[in-house]
């Protein structure tokens, strides 16, 4: 690796040396060089060489390459670095077809990773590009991304919504596709197809009273009888009970069934030894602005992960509240509360004014951070110096995906909102203990956080719990 650095810090001296040769091999040995400190300096020197080549456009397609090698060897979090990297660089006109392919690949990577908001804002950035591209053969990503992204609702426990949009989709796909059903060119339909059928099987099997919803909702574009027939074919479990839902979205790292159900709406996962539970009212522009956090709090712990930011194992917990207009105090937008069995936060978010989309994406990252901060056991400058890391390796980009959260999201009407908070019923195991676990071993608790907790006093070391709790954002 010391020899390729060196050959690609002289490649300005010798414009004949075949350059893309060499390349094309290290991107095929990527996922046995990944690990090496020197693999970033040498694929930048590569990557930089091949622009004066062949342009922005190459280098993509190198980025590209990289990434499904790294993901057949199941190096996820290093993958979605260089499919990222594709992504920025075909985001023009004459390459915008491999930019909303790559916006696929993140969101089909960020559910693998059980991150499954984070996936869904990919899934609907694609759509929303598509839509919006001049090139009218694009539109045929238009109901890919719909569906792909109530594929994620439903993978984060959003069985209700997860409906509606796939509703939507259905629509778009018969608008925008020939022979819009057929399952051999189209299998994404069938896949999300599947899955209303098993949701409409755990609600008869325990939430009856959310059956007629779920069949009307599919009435609406004819595909009820099918859905029927699927759930007709499904062996019957006689023992299929709430506990048993419960326990087997926690086994598999997905959100609990119809946790969009009731007054509450709730998201949960793991992801490097942290119990998540995100929480809001269940209405319009609170759900908007927790799904807006949730994801990017989810894009930044993937980002974070290959740096080890030592979290400390438990429970997080986070409240979100929207609110009409920004709230001027620091202390009043993000609040740490008392609590002894978690690390609990109050967040108040505005939605982001698409005309001020800066101002709008720092709160929301300032939110994010600061919660991820409290559960480190990292000094926080530290912690602060990877977060200035991670911008410099394209954070920013990362997080916004085109447009703000709230547009690419902002399908369902305050009537869809209003009909699933009225359901008395909560959801499935809302009463009893999450036990998740991490949907990807990627991001199972580091050894070393765990080592320092297990080895400190009580599990903690004295001092780290009180300035960990002591952490509070204030001017």
Known sequence: MQTLVLLGRHLDDAPLFPVEDVAGIFDLLAPALVDHPLYGEVRDLLDTATDRVAGQSARGERAQARGLTLVKSGRLLEALREVHEAKLRWWHGETLEGGL??????????????????????????????????????????????ILAAQYDHQAGNWLSATQLFRIGLMAQNAYLDEPFNA?????????????????????????????????????????????????????????????????????????????????????????????????ANDRPSVLAAERFTAAVQVLVAEMATRDPLLLPGRLAVEIHADTAAVSHRYERCRQVADPDATRWIVRLAAVDSQDLEAGLNDLTAAAVSVLLSQSLLPDEAFMKLIEESYEAGLWHKLVAGRPYDELADFLNPDDYEAMAALAEPAVGATTALNSKPKSAVLKAKSNA??????????????????????????
């Open 101 to 146: 392919t790559m916006l696929l690949l993140c969101s089909r990577i960020y559910s693998e990773l059980g991150l499954a908001i984070a996936a869904k804002q990919y899934a609907l950035a694609a759509a929303a590009a598509a839509r919006s591209a001049p090139d009218q053969e694009l539109t045929r990503f238009v109901p890919r991304g719909i």
């Open 184 to 280: 051999e060119r189209y299998p994404y339909v069938w896949d999300m197809m599947t899955n209303q059928a098993l949701t409409m099987n755990a609600a008869l099997a325990v939430r009856p009273r959310f059956a007629p919803m779920l069949h009307e909702v599919m009435a609406s574009v004819g595909f009820a009888t099918a859905i029927d027939e699927i759930v007709a074919s499904i062996p019957s479990k006689p023992a299929a009970t709430e506990d048993l839902y419960a326990n087997e979205a926690d086994a598999h790292g997905v959100g609990r069934p119809f946790s969009d159900a009731g007054p509450k709406r709730r998201y949960t996962w793991s992801a490097l030894g942290v119990d998540w539970e995100i929480t809001c």
């Open 450 to 475: 765990q080592d320092l907790w297990i080895s400190s006093s009580g599990g903690r070391a004295k001092g780290v719990l009180s300035r960990v709790s002591d952490r509070q954002v204030t001017e």
